[in-house]
T-cell receptor
Framework: NAGVMQNPRHLVRRRGQEARLRCSPMKGHSHVYWYRQLPEEGLKFMVYLQKENIIDESGMPKERFSAEFPKEGPSILRIQQVVRGDSAAYFC???????????????FGSGTQLSVL | GDSVTQMEGPVTLSEEAFLTINCTYTATGYPSLFWYVQYPGEGLQLLLKATKADDKGSNKGFEATYRKETTSFHLEKGSVQVSDSAVYFCALSVNTGGFKTIFGAGTRLFVKA
C-alpha cells in the first residue's frame, strides 16, 4: 500500500511564475490536508479537502493560492505569481473517511520544497 | 481559537538522558492529542496519540498522558538515543465536520553520543 505521494520533491520557480504541487493520498483515503512549513517553524494549516469539496480553507492566503481535490486524480495546490515569501516546504497529508476515533490520524507525504528565485 | 503551545528548542541531551518536551493546548470541545516526529528531509510520522482524558499514548519508549485538568500532553522518554534526534510536534485534532489537525511549532531535539 503506497503512502502519500507528493511531487515534485523540489520545485524551483522565478518570481511571477505559477507553482503546481501534487498530492496523491493513500489508497482509500478521502481527506486531504495541505500544510506549509517555513524554515525553523512549525506546520501551518492551509486547507482541508474531501473529494470535490473544500471543507476548511481558513489557512489559505486570500490571493494567489488555490486548492482542489477532483473526483479523479491527485489534489493540486496552485500558487499563482509566486513571490520569494512563498518559498517553503509544502506538506500534504491524508486520512481515511469516517469521523470515529482513529480517523484523525494523518499520514504525511515527504513534501515539496518550493524555492522562488 | 484552538491552539497548541510547546516548549521552544533546541533541546540538547546526552545519550541515555531523560527527555521531557512540554505541550499545552487550548481547544473548544474534546480534542484528540498527538505527538508527531519529523526526521530530516521527511514528512511527519505519528509517534503516539491519546483520545480521552487520562489516556496514555506510548510508542518506541516515548509516552504522553492526556491531562484534561491542566490541558497538557507532555512527551517523555526515560533514556534517549542518538537516533531520536528529530523535530517533535505536539498536535490536536478537532471535529470541524471532518477532523482538522493543528500543530505546535515543533521542538528540535539533538542527542549527543
Amino acid at each position: 500500500n503506497a503512502g502519500v505521494m507528493q511531487n515534485p520533491r523540489h520545485l524551483v520557480r522565478r518570481r511571477g511564475q505559477e507553482a503546481r504541487l501534487r498530492c496523491s493520498p493513500m489508497k482509500g483515503h478521502s481527506h486531504v490536508y495541505w500544510y506549509r512549513q517555513l524554515p525553523e517553524e512549525g506546520l501551518k494549516f492551509m486547507v482541508y479537502l474531501q473529494k470535490e469539496n473544500i471543507i476548511d480553507e481558513s489557512g489559505m492566503p486570500k490571493e494567489r493560492f488555490s486548492a482542489e481535490f477532483p473526483k479523479e486524480g491527485p489534489s493540486i495546490l496552485r500558487i499563482q505569481q509566486v513571490v520569494r515569501g512563498d518559498s517553503a516546504a509544502y506538506f500534504c497529508a491524508s486520512s481515511p473517511p469516517g469521523q470515529g476515533a482513529g480517523s484523525e490520524k494523518l499520514f504525511f507525504g515527504s513534501g515539496t520544497q518550493l524555492s522562488v528565485l | 481559537g484552538d491552539s497548541v503551545t510547546q516548549m521552544e528548542g533546541p533541546v540538547t541531551l546526552s545519550e541515555e538522558a531523560f527527555l521531557t518536551i512540554n505541550c499545552t493546548y487550548t481547544a473548544t470541545g474534546y480534542p484528540s492529542l498527538f505527538w508527531y516526529v519529523q526526521y530530516p528531509g521527511e514528512g511527519l510520522q505519528l509517534l503516539l496519540k491519546a483520545t480521552k482524558a487520562d489516556d496514555k499514548g506510548s510508542n518506541k519508549g516515548f509516552e504522553a498522558t492526556y491531562r484534561k485538568e491542566t490541558t497538557s500532553f507532555h512527551l517523555e522518554k526515560g533514556s534517549v538515543q542518538v537516533s531520536d534526534s528529530a523535530v517533535y510536534f505536539c498536535a490536536l485534532s478537532v471535529n470541524t465536520g471532518g477532523f482538522k489537525t493543528i500543530f505546535g511549532a515543533g521542538t528540535r531535539l539533538f542527542v549527543k553520543a
